[in-house]
């Protein structure tokens, strides 16, 4: 890990145009980012132990912008899943949310499947990453458990940051669990002694009343902080689930590999019949209300107290011939670095291009061209001249 953190440039654009909600629903603080055409059926992202609701932006910034409703959340302080249950379901009713689709990587998966279990009538679809089942195998692990309410906060992040795998990484890799950790810190003491209590909480995922059908499985095949018997009784329990699995990506492919995760999350969605409306893909309005109404929040989305100055219309277009408005800094010398998706229509079928791509010698850039409905590459090549 990197000695000292610099905020990603497209998060530093990310917390300039999406609102950071905060809304308290009897005693629990939710922190929250809602940002999508609200007709759309949600997505909602649940972290793990060591993240927030920041985590997601790139998943917020790439499907909103292809019409999709996202919803990030923060796990709130509850110490058993029988509070979970109760508190995440006031959370969607405060929200006026009914039905949802919920992807959820580690202890978020494994919150998922409880809600899918107890409240099956809400749950539509799941996405699951790197989870698990029941909470035994950890609570072994944890002998010091029936005291982590009074634990000192410096040993509860030393704890849950001894989970995250430590180098040597690759440079995107290095990059998440380096924004991860500067996550980790902003945490309180109570969120992360109640997390924990959430890890080591006997429970277990019981019988769902949703078909395999409408399941992914979304495992990395490198490394993780769940133990990989525990990934393979996920896959097991769901035979049916659609598995997607990612070469590498580590603990945090959401943020390391977001273009691959991305895709999979659009074909999901589509899979499971939700339809995405790019046609009311806006510019957010001046107060700041990110294309979802705020009412819960009385007009007063929290935006972190970015400049004015600073605010563009992110998913907007200042011409009808003009392309999306960039994150600040990027230009010709960083485009390598940067995430860009080519839509082409051939043959009735929507395609996408790869964030594989070289420079030529004439100053473009060559995209290699994959079926978004197949994952097959195309014979198709097309230049851009930038």
């Known amino acids: 890990m990197k000695g000292v953190f610099s905020a990603p440039g497209d998060y530093i654009y990310f917390k300039s145009q999406v609102p950071l909600h905060k809304i308290p629903i009897y005693s629990k603080q939710w922190r929250y980012y809602d ?3 609200k007709v759309v059926p949600p997505l909602i992202c ?13 998943q917020i910034m790439s499907l909103s912008m292809k019409g999709y409703r996202v919803i990030s ?7 058993n899943h029988h509070e979970w249950i109760q508190a995440f379901e006031k959370f969607l009713d405060a929200i ?6 919920l992807y959820g990587i580690s202890l978020g998966g494994f919150l998922a499947q409880l809600f899918a279990q107890h409240r099956p009538r809400r749950v539509r679809s799941l996405v699951l990453s790197n989870t698990f089942l029941e909470t035994s195998s950890f609570s072994a692990a944890m002998p010091w458990a029936p005291i982590v309410g009074w634990t000192p906060a410096f040993l509860l992040k030393r704890y849950v940051l001894t989970g995250i795998h430590d180098g040597p990484h690759e440079p995107f890799i290095a990059d998440s669990v380096d924004f991860v950790v500067a996550q980790v ?15 080591v909480d006997a429970a277990s995922v019981g019988p769902l009343l949703l078909s395999d ?11 993780c902080a769940i133990p990989q018997q525990l990934k393979d009784q996920v896959i097991e329990r769901y035979p049916g689930a659609r598995l997607a699995s990612l070469k590498t990506g580590g603990d945090f492919p959401f943020l390391s590999r977001p273009d691959e995760v991305n895709l999979h999350l659009q074909l999901h969605l589509r899979q499971v019949g939700v339809e995405a409306r790019p046609d009311l893909v806006r510019g957010m309005p001046k107060d700041g209300s990110g294309g979802s109404s705020s009412e819960q929040n009385n007009g007063k989305g929290d935006t972190d107290d970015a400049p004015e100055d600073d605010k563009r219309d992110f998913g907007s277009y200042s011409n009808e011939n003009e392309p999306p408005l960039a994150p600040e800094g990027t230009d010709s010398q960083n485009l390598e670095n940067s995430p860009l998706l080519l839509h082409l229509f051939s043959n009735n079928e929507q395609t996408i291009a790869a964030p594989n791509y070289c420079r030529t010698s004439d100053s473009s850039l060559s995209f290699s061209i994959c079926c978004l409905s197949t994952l097959k590459p195309c014979t198709m090549l097309v230049s851009v001249r930038i």
């Open 35 to 37: 940002f999508g055409p």
């Open 46 to 58: 649940l972290p793990g132990t060591a993240g927030t609701a920041d985590v997601y932006y790139k």
């Open 96 to 101: 006026d949310v009914h039905h949802i689709h």
């Open 185 to 199: 810190e902003t945490l309180s003491r109570e969120i992360l002694a109640s997390r924990l209590s959430l890890t």
């Open 73 to 79: 959340v923060d796990i709130p302080r509850v110490w």
């Open 213 to 223: 059908s409408l399941i992914t499985i979304m495992d990395t095949n490198d490394f």
